[in-house]
């Protein structure tokens, strides 16, 4: 026989969950006004936040000015004893932070991979964390939880890697190894999903119900976010775009296909084309110098790959009702000769079909080799806020 759910203790922790939603949004709040935005009774409110005040979590600020019966006092999540610990585990690029709520970065530390096994690498992650806490005096007891994410597929749910190319690693229980080490929750995300999650809660897409990141120059990927919430599948491949071919008979891409977004936007295969044209091989920085003195090969290329994206939003924008789409990495920090262009295409691509709405198209809101660091932030705010694991009943 199933058990019973208790629907009262779940309501309980549902509301729990919107106030400090609302809180986290709105900044302050006095107690009449979360009533108001919430839809609960004032009653209702006054229950909750006491238990969160008792908590830790939320405390009374500044009093405001009386409209004619008690002056309101406000309430605000307390950032001072709310912390996150965040990883991003790519192939060229392993790091560690500790951020605030707010997605301030107190301290980082790259961590060493050296293609170690995966338990070998996490115990050392670990201790590299414990001198973190130690530096920014930091204590264990205030961090609501650590995010990783991860260049691979990912059941997020069970906190496991199931395959990770660039990190050579499969079907890795991560969440449950490094909990073991650190004592603390642990949640897991392919690094798309949680740069997207990051734009949710932190960065352009805070007012947006729908939304796209688009995480492009490593490979191409996508996390989606429908009605502000992250959307996933049971098999794990929600958001991969990179092989869908946007360019009929377009550039040849390493799966067998031709124009796929990935040969457009994987800076390995802007390299080799560049070096087609030209006899030159180049890296990142010598490659953004060209664009911006008007080299011709630079610009052609540009050219053709701000074709693909503005083709790939213009469409997926449409097919998935966006409101926001950040276009990560390399090409996002073209605003002239990609982002503008993209948000053209789509703009007229709409005007076209007769479909009302209008996506904005955008590069990153933070800087490329913090955004997957944001990601996993964005990440445990996400779960935190979860009405199932908000924190009302520990």
Same mark, same amino acid.
């Given at each position: 026989?199933?058990? $019973?759910? &208790?629907?009262?203790?779940?309501?309980?922790?549902? &509301?729990?969950?919107?106030?400090?939603?609302?809180?986290?949004?709105?900044?302050?709040?006095?107690?009449?006004?979360?009533?108001?935005?919430?839809?609960?009774?004032?009653?209702?409110?006054?229950?909750?936040?006491?238990?969160?005040?008792?908590?830790?979590?939320?405390?009374?600020?500044?009093?405001?000015?009386?409209?004619?019966?008690?002056?309101?006092?406000?309430?605000?999540?307390?950032?001072?004893?709310?912390?996150?610990?965040?990883? *991003?585990? @790519?192939? +060229?690029?392993?790091?560690?932070?500790?951020?605030?709520?707010?997605?301030?970065?107190? +301290?980082?530390?790259?961590?060493?991979?050296?293609?170690?096994?995966?338990?070998?690498?996490?115990?050392?992650?670990?201790?590299?964390?414990?001198?973190?806490?130690?530096?920014?005096?930091?204590?264990?007891?205030?961090?609501?939880?650590?995010?990783?994410?991860?260049?691979?597929?990912?059941?997020?749910?069970?906190?496991?890697?199931?395959?990770? %190319?660039?990190?050579?690693?499969?079907?890795? $229980?991560?969440?449950?190894?490094?909990?073991?080490?650190?004592?603390?929750?642990?949640?897991?995300?392919?690094?798309?999903?949680?740069?997207?999650?990051?734009? =949710?809660?932190?960065?352009? /897409?805070?007012?947006?119900?729908?939304?796209?990141? @688009?995480?492009?120059?490593?490979?191409?990927?996508?996390?989606?976010?429908?009605?502000?919430?992250?959307?996933?599948?049971?098999?794990?491949?929600?958001?991969?775009?990179?092989?869908? $071919?946007?360019? $009929?008979?377009?550039?040849?891409?390493?799966?067998?296909?031709?124009?796929?977004?990935?040969?457009?936007?994987?800076?390995?295969?802007?390299?080799?084309?560049?070096?087609?044209?030209?006899?030159?091989?180049?890296?990142?920085?010598?490659? @953004?110098?060209?664009?911006?003195?008007?080299?011709?090969?630079?610009?052609?290329?540009?050219?053709?790959?701000?074709?693909? =994206?503005?083709?790939?939003?213009?469409?997926?924008?449409? =097919? =998935?009702?966006?409101?926001?789409?950040?276009?990560?990495?390399?090409?996002?920090?073209?605003? +002239?000769? %990609?982002?503008?262009?993209?948000?053209?295409?789509?703009?007229?691509?709409?005007?076209?079909?007769?479909?009302?709405?209008?996506?904005?198209?955008?590069?990153?809101?933070? *800087? &490329?080799?913090?955004?997957?660091?944001?990601?996993? /932030?964005?990440?445990?705010?996400?779960?935190?806020?979860?009405?199932?694991? %908000?924190?009302?009943?520990?």
């Amino acid at each position: 026989m199933s058990r $019973p759910v &208790n629907t009262t203790r779940l309501i309980r922790t549902y &509301n729990a969950s919107t106030v400090l939603r609302t809180l986290y949004r709105q900044g302050s709040c006095s107690r009449t006004q979360l009533a108001k935005l919430t839809g609960m009774s004032h009653a209702t409110i006054t229950r909750i936040t006491a238990k969160l005040m008792e908590q830790g979590i939320v405390l009374e600020g500044r009093v405001g000015k009386s409209t004619g019966g008690r002056k309101p006092v406000y309430l605000q999540i307390d950032h001072s004893k709310l912390y996150i610990v965040s990883l *991003k585990l @790519l192939r +060229d690029d392993c790091r560690a932070a500790i951020l605030d709520l707010k997605g301030r970065i107190l +301290d980082t530390e790259r961590l060493i991979w050296n293609e170690a096994a995966p338990e070998k690498f996490l115990t050392a992650a670990a201790e590299t964390i414990r001198g973190m806490f130690a530096r920014t005096c930091v204590n264990l007891q205030h961090i609501i939880g650590v995010g990783v994410a991860v260049s691979g597929i990912c059941q997020s749910r069970e906190g496991r890697i199931i395959k990770s %190319v660039n990190l050579r690693w499969e079907n890795v $229980p991560l969440a449950e190894l490094l909990s073991s080490e650190l004592q603390l929750p642990v949640f897991i995300e392919n690094d798309a999903n949680a740069c997207a999650l990051a734009e =949710l809660w932190l960065g352009r /897409a805070q007012d947006a119900s729908n939304s796209m990141y @688009l995480k492009t120059e490593e490979g191409a990927g996508a996390g989606i976010i429908a009605n502000r919430s992250l959307l996933d599948s049971s098999h794990c491949t929600t958001g991969e775009v990179g092989h869908v $071919p946007v360019i $009929p008979a377009g550039e040849p891409c390493r799966c067998g296909q031709r124009g796929c977004l990935e040969a457009y936007v994987y800076f390995g295969d802007v390299q080799a084309r560049y070096a087609r044209r030209t006899g030159l091989w180049v890296g990142r920085s010598r490659f @953004l110098e060209l664009v911006r003195t008007r080299d011709e090969p630079a610009l052609e290329i540009v050219s053709e790959t701000a074709e693909a =994206l503005a083709l790939a939003c213009a469409h997926w924008g449409m =097919l =998935l009702d966006l409101d926001v789409i950040t276009i990560g990495g390399f090409w996002g920090t073209l605003k +002239d000769e %990609v982002i503008a262009r993209c948000q053209s295409y789509s703009e007229a691509a709409s005007r076209r079909s007769g479909i009302p709405g209008r996506v904005t198209i955008t590069g990153s809101s933070f *800087k &490329n080799e913090d955004a997957d660091l944001l990601g996993a /932030a964005g990440l445990v705010i996400d779960r935190w806020f979860d009405p199932l694991s %908000v924190p009302f009943h520990r």
